[in-house]
């Protein structure tokens, strides 16, 4: 069973420019859910999302967003770069309907603003 | 709000010896969901193991275990007989509406 798959996984861009990052969960999985790992902030919770709904949305600005596609892949947008938004970017799914069951990650994409 | 403290940044540990590493948590939810992830170089986090709240029974997985203390709001990880390949970051999270992390610990395993 392919896990769950990440791209692309690295990227470099410009202050200023947007940026979108994709997510394939492993197959019957219906939540996504999306972390920001910085060295200063460590993970963080961005927002999940289950059956192309938002279910939870973290504390960030509204620079950051996604959605869910009906075959459960996940695309997050973040608007406007900042040089903050340096970090690795972290999805995962899960295989029940509720963000209560163990979590399986991919291996992230490491976003670089410069 | 709920949050996950890891408060040793960095252990280490010798070859096939055993080491505990301490969370402790905060929240007003008495169902939840704890976990230890672990992150070697490779980034990819990988789970070690589970604890679901409304059970006492410690969870074991193989060489780690915890030591899930609900009243105290401690979850600890003990890994036995450790192994090079144990050296990683290990997080541990919580997990209710939305997952929460630790900061997380630095182990290395010292052959």
């Known amino acids: 069973k392919a896990g769950v798959t990440q791209t692309p996984r690295y990227l470099i861009k410009t202050r200023g420019q947007q940026v979108t990052l994709s997510c394939s969960p492993i197959s019957g999985h219906r939540s996504v859910s999306w972390y920001q790992q910085t060295p200063g902030q460590g993970l963080q919770f961005l927002f999940e999302?289950?059956?192309?709904?938002?279910?939870n949305k973290g504390n960030f600005p509204g620079r950051f967003s996604g959605r869910q596609f009906s075959n459960s892949r996940s695309e997050m947008n973040v608007s406007t770069l900042e040089l903050g938004d340096s970090a690795l970017y972290l999805c995962?799914?899960?295989?029940?309907?509720?963000?209560?069951?163990?979590?399986?990650f991919g291996q992230g994409t490491r976003l670089t603003v410069v | 709000a709920q949050t996950v403290t890891q408060s040793q940044p960095e252990m280490s540990v010798q070859e096939a010896e055993t080491v505990t590493l301490s969370c402790t948590y905060d929240?007003?939810?008495?169902?939840?969901?704890l976990f230890w992830y672990k992150q070697p170089p490779s980034r990819q986090m990988i789970l070690v193991i589970r604890q679901e709240a409304y059970k006492q029974q410690n969870a074991t997985e193989n060489r780690f275990s915890v030591n899930f203390q609900k009243a105290a709001k401690s979850f600890s990880l003990k890994i036995s007989d450790s192994q090079l390949g144990d050296t990683a970051m290990y997080f541990c999270a919580f997990i209710n509406n939305d997952m929460r992390f630790g900061a997380g610990t630095r182990l290395t395993v010292k052959p």
């Open positions: 929240t007003s939810e008495s169902n939840y969901y």
């Open positions: 995962a799914s899960s295989p029940s309907g509720t963000p209560r069951a163990e979590a399986f």
């Open positions: 999302y289950f059956s192309e709904t938002q279910r």
